[in-house]
C-alpha cells in the first residue's frame, strides 16, 4: 500500500515536473510586436489632457514633466510647509 502510494506521489510529480516544458516562448521578434509610439504623442482627445499640452510636441511634455514634477509631487511646495 505504502509502495503504491509512493509510486502515484511520484508520477504526479513527475507529471507536474513536464507541464512546465510546455511553456511557449515569449521572445520579443519582428513579427506581430506592436511597437509603442513615443509617449509625447499622446493617445488623442482626453478630458484628461492638460490644455497646456500639445500632443506631438516633445518639448510641450517635458516641460509638463517639469511643471508636474515641481508643483503637483512636490509635497514641500504644495503645501506652503518649509524644508526641514
Do not use: H, I
Not at 26 to 53: C, H, I, L, R
Not at 58 to 66: A, D, F, G, H, R
Request: aromatic share 8%; net charge positive; proline share 4%.
Amino acid at each position: 500500500m505504502m509502495r503504491r502510494f509512493a509510486l502515484t506521489t511520484t508520477v504526479a510529480a513527475a507529471l507536474l515536473a513536464l507541464t512546465a516544458c510546455g511553456e511557449k516562448p515569449q521572445e520579443m521578434n519582428a513579427a506581430g510586436v506592436k511597437q509603442d509610439s513615443a509617449p509625447y504623442q499622446g493617445v488623442g482627445s482626453s478630458q484628461y489632457a492638460n490644455t497646456d499640452w500639445k500632443a506631438g510636441d516633445k518639448t510641450s511634455w517635458e516641460q509638463q514633466l517639469k511643471t508636474r514634477a515641481q508643483y503637483g509631487q512636490n509635497d514641500y511646495t504644495r503645501m506652503g510647509g518649509n524644508k526641514p
